[in-house]
């Protein structure tokens, strides 16, 4: 089996960062990409940001510049690096990882249990 674990949502006033996490674990053999989405009330989900294996990254447009996406292999872990947060980054933010498990043949999307980030002053 594999989990994903989020971490590091909150509520922040605006201007203010927030830094999540995801780390992966179970039967992995290869993870791929990696993302983040997030689901506001009301709305559908949207993607965030993408890194690839090898470091390849894609934003939402709205969003470059001011969110970074990274990766640490070794951790099997994303991290989201958000700064100058609006009210409209309010949401709940889902990690997702492409992973090959050991004992398949074909990889399968994965997702984090979401954590909520509110921006209010």
């Known amino acids: 089996q594999v989990q994903l674990v989020e971490s590091g949502g909150g509520l922040v006033q605006p201007g203010e960062s927030l830094r999540l996490s995801c780390a992966a674990s179970?039967?992995?053999?290869?993870?791929?990409?990696m993302g983040w989405y997030r689901q506001a009330p009301g709305k559908q989900r949207e993607l965030v940001a993408v890194i690839t294996a090898d470091g390849g990254t894609n934003y939402a447009g709205s969003l470059k510049g001011r969110f970074t996406v990274s990766r640490d292999n070794t951790k099997s872990t994303v991290y989201l690096q958000m700064d100058n947060l609006k009210p409209e980054d309010t949401a709940v933010y889902y990690c997702s990882f492409r992973i090959l498990p050991y004992n398949d043949y074909a990889p399968r999307d994965y997702w984090g249990q979401g954590t909520q980030v509110t921006v209010s002053s």
């Open positions: 179970g039967d992995i053999f290869s993870i791929q990409a």
